[in-house]
């Protein structure tokens, strides 16, 4: 199905096709770069299918796992231990089983506010990318998958909440979530969203046809503020389009 100007939108059949579509799109953007690769990740239950998936054949061993690096694009400020926490969620969906360990790079929570911590995630990713300046014509990350909450939030960026319009910092901290969890959060901002290869946003099951009819209709919210500066695709199950999409 077409998309507006600057996405893709593929439509699949249940969340399992979904998550496998997911992982063969990231296999191909792995197999189309032979140096050091990074990905950032995202939390919430929409990707859990996916991450599970990559830790099972034939994805494991399709994983160069020793050249890919995984990132979080944002943080739920709890502590490692917790489930809620979006990295850990990860880890234990399948990082911990495939990963090494210092390719994993969670967004720290602990004996730090979450300024402190978006100041530290900044300069891990700096550190990493090796420049403090963005390069249009070097993308920070090969893939950045993405979610869409109830309120058009993606990452932490809530509608209306001053993160959205930074342009300077690429990471910042959040004081009060619009959507459960109610704790403060740590959230990449659009710039540093926006430099990768391709943004992929995974949107399953019924509950989110009230606002994927928002975001298909163009309306000014995060998710759809939310692109990337190479390619953009949105992979919905059936289930999320709104009526007026379907058999598009
Ligand atoms: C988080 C997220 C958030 C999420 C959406 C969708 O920390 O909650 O990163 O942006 O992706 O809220 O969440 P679900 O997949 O649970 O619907």
Known sequence: MAGNDHRHVITVSGSAALAKMAAERILARIAANHDRLAICLTGGSSPKQLYQLLATE?????????????????????????????????????????????????????????????????????????????????????????????????????????AIAETGRWVVGVAEAHVEPFVPRVTLTLPALASCREMLFEVAGSEKRAILTRVLAGENLPANQARSAGETFWLVDEAALPENFRGQ
């Open 58 to 162: 034939p994805y494991r061993s399709r994983i160069p796992w020793p050249r890919v690096h995984w990132f979080i694009g944002d943080e739920r400020f709890v502590g490692p231990d917790d489930p809620r926490n979006n990295m850990t969620m990860a880890r234990r969906a399948f990082l911990d089983a495939c990963a090494p360990a210092a390719n994993i790079h969670p967004i720290p929570t602990e004996g730090v506010n979450p300024d402190e911590a978006a100041r530290r995630y900044e300069l891990i990713l700096q550190s990493f990318y090796g420049a403090d300046r963005l390069d249009p014509g070097k993308p920070l990350f090969d893939v950045v998958l993405m979610g869409v909450g109830p309120d058009g939030h993606t990452a932490s960026l809530f509608p209306l909440y001053p």
